[in-house]
């Protein structure tokens, strides 16, 4: 079975096995980006989301788990957490950041 996938016809609802002709055509799944509006600029490191992060009012939080990379608003009661590796920062964290930085960010396929 490796190699095949079924396929559903939803003109006529027959189920059918197709086989893989050996090379996998699917496409693969585009990783993330998480890009900064006003700038236009695409985020590639904590370093240059820290920036943009102090610059609408967020702070370093340093009170919590030492293996995230923490923010918190004193206008809000909000707190962005992210793993401190940046390789890990996938989509989840950047959707995080966009809801709450409303017209700032923006998460698009790369």
């Given at each position: 079975?490796?190699?095949s996938?079924w396929?559903?016809?939803?003109?006529?609802?027959?189920?059918?096995?197709?086989?893989?002709?050996?090379?996998?055509?699917?496409?693969?799944?585009?990783?993330?980006?998480?890009?900064h509006?006003?700038?236009?600029?695409?985020?590639?490191?904590?370093?240059i989301?820290?920036?943009?992060?102090?610059?609408?009012?967020w702070?370093r939080?340093?009170?919590g788990?030492?293996?995230?990379?923490?923010?918190?608003?004193?206008?809000?009661?909000?707190?962005?957490?992210?793993?401190?590796?940046?390789?890990?920062?996938?989509?989840?964290?950047?959707?995080?950041?966009?809801?709450?930085?409303?017209?700032?960010?923006?998460?698009?396929?790369?």
């Amino acid at each position: 079975m490796s190699g095949s996938a079924w396929c559903f016809n939803q003109k006529n609802g027959v189920v059918r096995l197709v086989e893989n002709s050996g090379s996998d055509q699917r496409p693969k799944p585009e990783g993330k980006v998480l890009v900064h509006i006003p700038s236009n600029e695409v985020i590639t490191s904590y370093e240059i989301l820290e920036t943009k992060l102090l610059s609408l009012g967020w702070e370093r939080y340093y009170d919590g788990d030492p293996d995230l990379f923490q923010f918190h608003k004193r206008s809000s009661i909000h707190l962005i957490s992210l793993p401190k590796d940046f390789t890990k920062f996938k989509s989840v964290y950047m959707y995080d950041i966009v809801v709450k930085n409303p017209n700032m960010f923006m998460v698009m396929d790369k």
